[in-house]
């Protein structure tokens, strides 16, 4: 039986125990440390309002003009509630002539898996990597027509990337934009970040077309929801780079996902 199951019966039968209610997240403006159950009375600067989607709570970062989840999408299902069809093998992830969504916690199944970039823990434990990285996403997944992100939000253009770029750089970061963005820890070779805002992107690797899951600890790789011909546009943010990076790339890859308020 989970603790805060019995903490209230073993308060009753001791009655010397205060089994308060309250805010317990830690981002709200009333949060308080001594609450032990989350009453839903937390209050939110405004425009800071967390989103409930598939169940997780997604805090936000505002820089600019510009809303984003503060941590990578984990949804298991479209915005309508459907499944992604995850949880699959290699030969079941291979498909470069899909065009079915599909989706991947970094290190999970027997699948190759590299941790050589890692660095405070093991990224080929999937439970680890689904807390800090959250989940892996195909450009298939990204372009279906029920959507990624919950109502209200969307997966980033092209030129929503760019103006997310134009804005750190006006904000003094040119040449270094990735900089701000990184988190202040858990980055390969040092290459830790500021977190200026609260995004906090972590190297959260990518699981590639064979089904191998490699880059996690050094490379942090997100879609675009903009097409290119047979390919798509993705941006990378890397251990041995200061700048955001562009590429097009084919389809079938996994990689991370952010939301953006519409």
Not at 28 to 42: H, K, Q, Y
Not at 164 to 182: C, D, V
Not at 188 to 195: E, F, L, P
Not at 239 to 253: A, K
Request: proline share 6%; hydrophobic share 35%; aromatic share 12%.
């Amino acid at each position: 039986m989970r603790l805060h199951i019995l903490l209230p019966a073993l308060c009753l039968i001791l009655a010397g125990c205060k089994y308060d209610e309250g805010c317990t997240d830690p981002e709200a403006l009333n949060f308080d440390e001594g609450t032990t159950v989350d009453n839903g009375s937390c209050r939110y600067p405004e425009g800071m309002e967390p989103v409930l989607f598939d169940g997780h709570l997604y805090h936000v970062a505002i820089i600019g003009e510009q809303t984003w989840f503060d941590e990578n999408l984990r949804t298991t299902t479209y915005a309508n509630g459907e499944p992604i069809p995850s949880g699959l093998t290699d030969a079941e992830w291979f498909s470069i002539f899909s065009t079915e969504g599909q989706s991947a916690v970094y290190g999970e199944g027997n699948s190759p898996c590299n941790d050589t970039l890692a660095v405070d823990f093991d990224p080929c434990d999937e439970a680890l990597s689904l807390e800090a990285y959250g989940r892996l996403y195909n450009w298939h997944a990204v372009n279906d027509a029920r959507g990624l992100c919950p109502e209200g939000w969307h997966v980033p253009t092209v030129e929503d990337w760019s103006n997310l770029e134009e804005e750190l750089i006006a904000q003094g970061h040119e040449t270094a934009e990735a900089i701000p963005l990184r988190s202040t820890d858990g980055w390969y070779n040092w290459a830790w970040g500021m977190d200026s805002f609260g995004f906090t992107a972590l190297p959260g690797g990518s699981r590639n077309e064979l089904g191998e899951f490699n880059y996690a600890g050094g490379i942090g790789l997100w879609w675009s929801a903009t097409p290119s011909g047979g390919y798509a546009w993705r941006y990378r943010i890397s251990h041995y780079s200061q700048q955001i990076s562009p590429d097009e790339v084919r389809p079938g890859t996994g990689y991370s996902v952010r939301c953006l308020k519409d």
